[in-house]
């Protein structure tokens, strides 16, 4: 059905469950292919403004570092379910990065977890998750936490 899925994450708790979630797809040959992305956000790095430039690059590079791990653990945990994996490390607004990586790794579908938070900032702005289904040309599976 979906050979080729995006899987963005923020290696959270919500993860554990997407990851079983995909393993479960493979083993049933519904998934051949696993895009693993995880996005640094822009904004919170753009708040660290009064850093000079060489303290803010090292702040960047212990956070992607620190992404690129989990990462690989990720991709390796399902390789072992047979699934091939790419990981995807980027920066920017979570939301338009995944609607971006969605577009240029032809990707069927997007799995994504939703951690079912209701802040004011996801009220106005809407979480990461309902921005993706909202304008994503792809169908969007969502696991709940």
Known sequence: MFRKILYPTDFSEISKKVISALKKL?????????????????????????????????TRKVIEDGAAE???????????????????????????EILKTAKSAGVSAIIIGSH????????????VSEQVIKKSRKPVIVIKR
């Open 26 to 58: 493979g083993k049933a040959g519904t998934v051949e292919e696993v895009v693993v992305q995880h996005i640094i956000d822009s904004r919170n790095l753009d708040a660290v403004v009064h850093w000079s430039p060489a303290e803010y690059e090292r």
């Open 70 to 96: 989990k990462a690989a653990q990720t991709a390796n945990a399902l390789a072992k379910a047979g699934l091939a994996v790419k990981v995807v490390i980027s920066e920017g607004i979570p939301s338009q």
């Open 116 to 127: 079912g938070k209701s802040n004011l900032r996801e009220m106005l702005l809407g979480s």
